[in-house]
T-cell receptor, first 114, second 114 residues
């Protein structure tokens, strides 16, 4: 049972355009959401996060939007750069069974073409 | 700026062999984790530790053991390697496990069991 779903395994965009990566979750107990970025042969690195009390968080070229009613969040990268090419993992955090759980999606591979 | 360091980077094991993946962090984090990532899948939590002397199972603990004798070190042991344990393993750490606390990952260990 996938609690965090990234339905697009890959996404390709042109340099300078907007990249939109989507993530859906099923568990209403999740109250914090994170995006991690992973380059080949490296560990994931934290990119941006959002609390469930907000609907938007922005950090430079990266903006995360949260729609709690739809249980959907998205990561916008504007403008996209070739160096943004990586796998992006959505993760959701919340109390489950009395302890804090962090659940990762399967990832979306973003390719930004020059 | 070492962060989370894990060794070895690559290893090939024969079925039934045992080995230990080493992990150390220099950020004085209380929480440490071991994840595995199978191709096309998200990160699955194997074991975690909330501090020296305390460990607990994650989602996929079978076939693994851990120990946490110091704050810095969190080795992962495979006693009887099986082909199903072929994966990429990531050690990680965080200051706490509360919502939104950033997890820092190591660079990964590629393990193949043949």
């Amino acid at each position: 049972d996938q609690q965090v779903k990234q339905n697009s395994p890959s996404l390709s965009v042109q340099e300078g355009r907007i990249s939109i990566l989507n993530c859906d979750y099923t568990n209403s107990m999740f109250d914090y959401f994170l995006w991690y970025k992973k380059y080949p042969a490296e560990g994931p690195t934290f990119l941006i996060s959002i609390s469930s009390i907000k609907d938007k968080n922005e950090d430079g070229r990266f903006t995360v939007f949260l729609n709690k009613s739809a249980k959907h969040l998205s990561l916008h990268i504007v403008p996209s750069q070739p160096g943004d090419s990586a796998v992006y993992f959505c993760a959701a955090s919340g109390l489950q069974g009395g302890s804090e759980k962090l659940v990762f999606g399967k990832g979306t591979k973003l390719t930004v073409n020059p | 700026n070492a962060g989370v360091t894990q060794t070895p980077k690559f290893r090939i094991l024969k079925i039934g062999q045992s080995m230990t993946l080493q992990c150390t962090q220099d950020m004085n984090h209380n929480y440490m984790y071991w994840y595995r990532q199978d191709p096309g899948m998200g990160l699955k939590l194997i074991y975690y530790s909330v501090g020296a002397g305390i460990t607990d199972k994650g989602e996929v603990p079978n076939g693994y053991n851990v120990s946490r004798s110091t704050t810095e070190d969190f080795p992962l042991r495979l006693e009887l390697a099986a082909p199903s344990q072929t994966s990429v393993y990531f050690c990680a750490s965080s200051y706490s496990r509360s919502a939104g606390n950033t997890i820092y990952f190591g660079e990964g260990s590629w393990l193949t069991v043949v």
